[in-house]
């Protein structure tokens, strides 16, 4: 049994900035990718980005390239999303997700199956005035 739980979201301005963590408990994820999706109200679930434990690879969907960035602690199991300029179109929530890091890119991304062996429960991120 494995638990991912996400934290961090909340309210910010626009142009502001959000770090969100997803620490995982209940095994080892050396051989794992973590990573982000976010869904909007009326939107399908989007890939945000994902990082692998064994070469510290990163992906990320190409339009928030720059503006996002994954990070890890291997030692915690945990995952940082750190998100900055961010806009209204960014309100979502935000899904942490971890799956073999053999299964990434080629399962995570646009137009993609986008599945998980695991995901976190989600964490509101708004962005308003």
């Known amino acids: 049994q494995v638990q991912l739980v996400e934290s961090g979201g909340g309210l910010v301005q626009p142009g502001g900035s959000l770090r969100l963590s997803c620490a995982a408990s209940?095994?080892?994820?050396?051989?794992?990718?973590m990573g982000w999706f976010r869904q909007a109200p009326g939107k399908e679930r989007e890939f945000v980005a994902a990082?692998?434990?064994?070469?510290?690879?990163?992906y990320y969907v190409d339009s928030l390239k720059g503006r996002f960035t994954i990070s890890r602690d291997s030692a915690k199991n945990t995952v940082f999303l750190q998100m900055s300029s961010l806009k209204p179109e960014d309100t979502a929530v935000y899904y942490c997700?971890?799956?073999?890091?053999?299964?990434?890119?080629?399962?995570?991304?646009?137009?993609?199956?986008?599945?998980?062996?695991?995901w976190g429960q989600g964490t509101q991120v708004t962005v308003s005035s």
């Open positions: 997700a971890a799956t073999p890091q053999a299964n990434v890119p080629s399962d995570w991304g646009p137009k993609r199956k986008n599945e998980a062996d695991y």
């Open positions: 209940g095994r080892t994820f050396s051989n794992y990718a």
């Open positions: 990082i692998t434990w064994s070469h510290f690879t990163t």
